[in-house]
C-alpha cells in the first residue's frame, strides 16, 4: 500500500494533502478545462489498469465471511473486447457486493483447475472465420480442452454462459451455445438460462448479469443482506472535483475533428481507401499500438428517406422507445441499423407480413439462403422484395440499435501526440442500379475536413509490441490490415527499439494500391524496416497472396520465430486469416521438420506464449 493511501481521509481514496492539491488545481478553471483534466485523469487510470492486467491474470481475492471453499469465478474470451468489458464490469458488481470472485482470461485460465470449479460463469464471443465459427484467438485453448476427450466430468459444478454474437450471421452465438451445452453433457447444473447478445449487447448482457449477481448472492452470501454500496462522500473536495463528463468512453465518446480526409489509393484502383486524421486535443485520450478507434457511425440521409419513402412513414414521428424520445427520422439516422440485415428483423418482418418465403428460410433446411440473404441484401431491399406495413413505433423496437465500428489505429502517440489516425476503405457496392455501402466506413470517408466524429478508444492487449524492444517482428497485413503496422514502426522508430521488423503487405496492384509507399520506403532507407516483402494479386497472370510470400522465405521466416520473433497478422478474417495460418503450418512442416499436426499445436503454443497475435474481422 503506497504511502498516499495509508494516509487517505475517510471516504476519500487518497490523502487530505493530495485532496487540498486538486482542490486548488481547478479552481479558477472553466468546463472545457475541466473537462480536459477529467479525461487526462481517466486517461491515467487506464494506462494504469492496462499494464496492471498485462502484468497477471485479475484475481479479486475471496473475502472474509464467504462459504468456505466456494468463490466464483468468471471466464471470458474476447476477440474484439466486448467480452471483457461485459465481464469486468460484473466481476465489479460481484466484488462490491462483498463476494468472493475472480475474474480471468481464458487463456490465462489452467484447465486443470475445471475439475475443482463449483461456481463458474463464462462470458465469450463467437468469432466468423470464413465459413466456419471460431472461438476467440484467447479462447482457442480452452474451447479445444473443454470440446475434448480431455475433458472431466463435472457434477459439482454450476455455471451460466452469456454467449455475444452478431445476428447478421446465420450462426448466431454458436461458440457460447457449444460450451453452454458441453457443460450440461458433462454433468454441470445450469443455474439459469444462456443468454445470447446480439451487437448492441446490454438490452441482453445486462439483465443476463444482474441475474447473475442475484444467484451469486444467494449461493455465496445466503445469509446476508444485500450489500449496499458505499454513500458518495459529499465533501467540498468531492464535490468540487466532479466532473461533467466522467471520461470519453463507448457510452460517452469525444467528438474528435477531421484534420485530414487523404485518399491514399490512386485513380485506377478500384478502391476507395482513406487516411483520415483525427485530432484528440484537449480530450485527454490516450492510446497504444494495437489499440483500435471505436467510432460511432450515422446512416446516410438518402438511406433514412428511402426507408421511410417506402414504408410510407413520416420521419417527424415522434416515436419513445426505452428512456428516448425522438423524431423517426433520428433514430433511422442515428440509432438504428439500416445496412445491415439480422435475422431478428427478418423473422419480425415475416410475421408481420405473413411471408411464407421468409419464414422457410428461417428453418434449418435454409440455412445457406438465410446466409445469403444476410450477406447480400440489405433493409432497403428486403422492404422491397417483401411490402409489409410497419408502424413508426413497431419499426424502431424492431430494428437492431446501431452499433460502433472498430479501426485499428494506424499511428503512434509517441510520434502524433494528441492525433489519431484511421485507414478506411470504402465498402459499396452496386445492387442493380443503386448504391450500397457499409454505415461506418461510408460516413468517415464523406466526412468533410473540419467535421465532428463521435470516438472513443477501445484497448486491444492482445495485439500489443513486445515488452522486450530487442525481439524481432513479423508483420502480414494487405490492404487495410496494414494499419495497425505503421502504428509498430512509428512507435518503435521512436523508442528506438533495437529489434528487426519485417513488413509483408498485399493489394491488387502496385501502382493504385500500394498504401502508404512512400512511409514503408522511407523506412527501409532509415532502417525501420529491416525487410519490406510485396504481393501485388493481379500485377502478373497468377495470382499471388501474401501467403505465397511467407512460403517463398518460409526458411527465413521460421528462423525468425525459432529466435524468438512475435508475428501478427491483421485483416480479413474469412479468406486471408486462414490462407496465412496454412501457410505458417507448411512452413513449420517444411523447415522445422513437424507433422502436420505438430506444426498446428506448435503455432497455438505460439499463441498462448502472446507471440503469435492477430486482429482479423
Not at 113 to 124: A, Q, T
Not at 169 to 196: K, N, S, W
Not at 466 to 484: F, K, L, S
Request: hydrophobic content about 40%.
Amino acid at each position: 500500500m503506497t504511502q498516499a493511501a495509508d494516509s487517505a481521509s475517510p471516504g476519500l481514496p487518497i490523502s487530505s494533502e493530495k485532496a487540498q492539491a486538486a482542490a486548488e488545481l481547478v479552481q479558477g478553471l472553466d468546463h472545457r478545462a475541466l473537462e480536459w483534466l477529467s479525461g487526462f485523469m481517466a486517461g491515467a487510470a487506464e494506462q494504469l489498469r492496462q499494464a496492471q492486467q498485462a502484468a497477471e491474470p485479475v484475481a479479486i481475492a475471496p473475502v472474509a465471511g464467504s462459504v468456505a471453499g466456494q468463490q466464483l469465478t468468471i471466464l471470458y474470451g474476447s476477440q474484439a473486447g466486448n467480452a471483457r468489458r461485459v465481464a469486468e464490469k460484473l466481476a465489479a458488481e460481484v466484488k462490491a457486493a462483498g463476494l468472493p470472485v475472480r475474474l480471468v482470461r481464458a487463456d490465462a485460465y489452467r484447465t486443470n483447475e475445471l475439475r475443482k470449479e463449483r461456481f463458474l460463469y463464462i462470458v465469450i464471443s463467437t468469432h466468423s472465420e470464413g465459413d466456419a465459427i471460431e472461438p476467440p484467438d484467447d479462447s482457442r485453448g480452452f474451447f479445444e480442452f473443454l470440446t475434448g476427450r480431455r475433458a472431466p466430468g463435472l457434477p459439482d459444478l454450476s455455471y451460466a454462459v452469456l454467449a455475444l454474437g452478431d445476428s447478421s450471421y446465420a450462426d448466431f452465438c454458436g461458440i457460447g451455445r457449444v460450451i453452454d451445452e458441453r457443460l450440461a453433457t458433462l454433468g454441470a447444473t445450469r443455474l439459469f438460462p444462456r443468454a445470447d447478445a446480439d451487437v448492441d449487447i446490454g438490452t441482453v448482457a445486462d439483465p443476463w448479469a444482474r441475474e447473475a449477481l442475484r444467484r451469486a448472492r444467494e449461493r455465496l452470501a445466503p445469509d446476508a443482506p444485500a450489500a449496499a454500496r458505499p454513500a458518495v462522500a459529499t465533501s467540498d473536495v468531492v464535490t468540487l472535483l466532479r466532473p461533467a463528463r466522467a471520461s470519453w468512453s463507448r457510452e460517452r465518446p469525444y467528438l474528435a475533428e477531421v484534420l485530414v480526409n487523404q485518399r491514399i489509393v490512386g485513380s485506377g484502383s478500384e478502391k476507395d481507401v482513406r487516411h483520415i486524421e483525427l485530432s484528440l486535443a484537449g480530450s485527454g485520450l490516450h492510446y497504444q499500438p494495437g489499440d483500435a478507434l471505436g467510432v460511432w457511425p450515422r446512416q446516410a440521409p438518402e438511406l433514412v428517406r428511402s426507408v421511410l419513402q417506402v414504408l410510407g412513414l413520416d420521419g417527424g414521428t415522434e416515436v419513445t422507445h426505452g428512456d428516448e424520445r425522438l423524431p423517426l427520422e433520428r433514430w433511422l439516422g442515428e440509432r438504428r441499423e439500416l445496412t445491415v440485415l439480422t435475422r431478428p428483423f427478418i423473422a419480425a418482418h415475416a410475421e408481420r407480413g405473413r411471408h411464407a418465403a421468409l419464414r422457410e428460410l428461417l428453418e434449418p433446411r435454409g440455412t445457406a439462403e438465410l446466409a445469403k440473404l444476410l450477406d447480400g441484401q440489405q433493409l432497403i431491399d428486403l422492404l422491397r422484395s417483401y411490402p409489409t406495413e410497419w408502424d413508426a413505433r413497431a419499426l424502431v423496437a424492431a430494428l437492431r440499435a446501431l452499433a460502433p465500428r472498430m479501426y485499428s489505429i494506424a499511428s503512434s502517440q509517441e510520434q502524433v501526440d494528441e492525433e489519431v489516425h484511421v485507414t478506411v476503405a470504402h465498402v459499396g457496392f452496386k445492387r442493380g442500379d443503386e448504391a450500397r455501402w457499409g454505415v461506418a466506413s461510408h460516413y468517415l470517408c464523406h466526412a468533410a475536413e473540419g467535421a465532428q466524429v463521435p470516438v472513443f478508444i477501445e484497448p486491444n492487449d492482445r495485439f500489443r509490441l513486445p515488452p522486450d524492444g530487442a525481439r524481432d517482428i513479423i508483420m502480414v497485413g494487405p490492404g487495410t490490415g496494414v494499419a495497425p503496422f505503421r502504428a509498430f514502426v512509428q512507435q518503435r522508430q521512436a523508442t528506438g527499439d533495437p529489434g528487426r521488423n519485417w513488413l509483408f503487405f498485399g493489394n491488387p496492384h502496385r501502382r493504385s494500391d500500394f498504401l502508404y509507399q512512400t512511409e514503408w520506403l522511407q523506412a527501409l532507407a532509415d532502417g525501420s524496416l529491416t525487410h519490406l516483402d510485396v504481393a501485388f494479386s493481379r500485377d502478373q497472370a497468377e495470382k499471388v497472396y501474401v501467403q505465397h510470400r511467407l512460403r517463398e522465405h518460409g526458411e527465413q521466416v521460421w528462423q525468425w520465430l525459432a529466435d524468438g520473433a512475435h508475428l501478427y497478422v491483421c485483416g480479413d478474417a474469412e479468406r486471408m486469416a486462414p490462407d496465412v495460418q496454412g501457410a505458417l503450418v507448411d512452413i513449420a512442416v517444411e523447415h522445422g521438420h513437424r507433422s502436420r499436426e505438430e506444426a498446428s499445436a506448435w503455432l497455438e503454443g505460439l499463441m498462448a506464449e502472446g507471440r503469435y497475435a492477430r486482429d482479423v474481422y
